[in-house]
């Protein structure tokens, strides 16, 4: 009974080798003496004998011995920033330009106000 079983196993594996042959098609490799593969390049150095600057790059953070948050006391649109980071500022010094006109115009709307305002408590004026 196991030669039976034997015999039909090597039966089975000769007949799924066969199909497998069968069925993979024949691969040729094809060389034409016509059209040549060109030739790899290859860059040649002069070997010289020299110091070489060694670079290391680190990660970090920097504190300064005092640090002063930067708050703006108005809103604006900011012109231009006249300190450099990490520098030395001084008390009274210009740090930012912030845009004016929107500041001009609310003075003179203000202005505008209060001249109406004056012109109602006098009454209409006499020539």
């Known amino acids: 009974m196991e030669a039976l079983s034997k015999s039909r196993m090597a039966?089975?594996?000769t007949a799924v080798l066969t199909i497998a042959l069968l069925a993979t098609p024949a691969y040729t490799?094809?060389?034409?003496?016509?059209s040549p593969q060109?030739?790899?390049?290859?860059?040649?150095a002069t070997v010289e004998?020299?110091?070489v600057p060694m670079y290391r790059e680190w990660i970090g953070t920097l504190d300064g011995l005092v640090n002063a948050a930067i708050k703006a006391q108005v809103?604006?649109?900011l012109l231009s920033q006249d300190y450099?980071?990490?520098s030395f500022v001084r008390k009274g010094q210009l740090?930012?330009?912030?845009?004016p006109r929107p500041f001009q115009a609310a003075l003179d709307q203000s202005?505008?106000?209060?001249?109406?305002?004056?012109?109602?408590?006098?009454g209409p004026r006499r020539s």
């Open 11 to 13: 039966i089975s594996a």
């Open 29 to 34: 490799t094809k060389t034409s003496a016509s």
């Open 111 to 122: 202005q505008g106000q209060l001249g109406m305002a004056e012109d109602s408590l006098l």
């Open 38 to 44: 060109p030739l790899p390049e290859v860059k040649v």
């Open 95 to 99: 740090l930012f330009e912030t845009d």
């Open 49 to 51: 004998q020299r110091d």
């Open 84 to 86: 450099t980071e990490g």
């Open 75 to 77: 809103t604006g649109y």
